[in-house]
């Protein structure tokens, strides 16, 4: 064990060791030189856990405000169509739920069972599209069918410098009186990009035979943009996160419609809820 | 009051707020809760998911999760900072198992960040990420430029200008400083 207080006096590589900040070739002349020099020693005996702690840090992030009352929202609306909803399952060799006992249960919501295809945990699916330009994010079958349909209909505004424009606000209700309903947000990001919270109710789970989609269409139908789509649970309801390109200041309405192989990627399925945007 | 009593009344304050919901009160628990752990919660999936949008869904995931869970949450077993951490570790599990949640552009090539072993590790991170914005600006600005640049002792010391002795006593004085705060919560690393 090197001597205390010698940390003081190591070479200022033993910070770029502890940190992992040196290059192959200076790490490797660095080893070497730490088997002789006990001040480096003891540097890296001080600081090597710490510093391997500090290299996997999460970031200093901080949620977007209006998170909060999608979070409280989402949860109500859920709490609102079940009221019970309290499942618990054993799982082998997982984390307990206290960091003092290592043995007991984990909570997983309903319905336990997940998709065999995607093994969510009873989560909706979200299929996203990509940030423009150059975000990464999963294009399916159906999304780039629609993404094509932007592409051809739209010049898409302001790339990279962001939005003058402020939030908007779509209140989705069902055209035919239905019992569905939903909410959903457009917010302008850093990237030029909107992020859209989508939360729904009351809608019917097709399994993966039919899909929904979000659209955004102007008045008379001259312009159509999809903004993603989505599967639900059996639940009917969930809250699911999209990345836009269009800007919602050149859309009146918002609509929700069942998608099939049968009309993918067209303005075609049925409408399932529908309303208009309201600016923040 | 010593921060053992505090953190003892504050765990006590939240299992209530869990008991609360689990009978049914939703809204007003469930907003501080959310109030309390929704930016480590939020930092822990940005960490984990590498997306803001899949770490904001991993934390509405998680409150849902809470509430669904809430009835069998024991004080006896531990905090209900721990309990929730536990469930957001779940959640983002879930969430990294869809195909959707993958990059399109890297989908041959990608890699997710490592998931913690198990909720110590996370809640250890989250205190030390807490300790780190604390530090006086002359230590932060040291270990900021090494933790998000990657700088080596020497180009920061070019770049801020000071000798590298004085960047390398910052660096270890820094590291001292977060050590103590951790030591102060229990947590001790070498």
Redesign the interface.
Known sequence: MPPKGQ??L?H?????WV?G??GLD?AAGFQLHLSGCPHCQA?V???????Q????????????PE??A???A???A??AKD?T????HQIPG?????????T???????PEA?PAD????G?A????F?RWP?R?????AAGAVAAAIIAAVLILPGLGGGHPNGSWAFTLASPSGQAASGMATARPDASGSW?I?LTVQHLENFGDSKWYECWYVSPGQRKVASAGTFLVPDSGSG?F???SAVDPDEFSTMQIRIQSPDNNGALQGTVVLSGQGKKL | MSLDDAEARLAAQEAQLVDQIANGNIEEPMKQLYRRYEKNLYRFGLHVLGDEGLAEEMVQESFQRLWRSAGRYDAGRGSVGAFLFVIARSAAADIRKRPSSRPMLQAEDFQWPPLPDNVDQILDSLILREALDKLSSAHAEVLRLILEESLTQAEIAERLGLAIGTVKSRTFNGMRALRSALGERGIHAA
């Open positions: 940390a003081d190591a200022p590589q033993a910070a770029d940190m900040t040196l200076e540097a005996a001080e600081f090597g856990q710490l510093g702690m500090l290299q996997h840090l999460p970031p200093a992030a901080e949620p977007p998170l909060e999608r979070t409280i989402s949860l109500l859920a709490a009221p909803p309290t499942q618990v997982g984390l307990a739920p206290a960091a003092q006992d290592r007991a249960t984990e909570i997983h919501p309903v997940p995607e093994q969510s945990g989560m699916k979200v299929i996203r990509p150059g990464a994010g999963l294009l399916t992020d919270t809250t996160s999209m990345t």
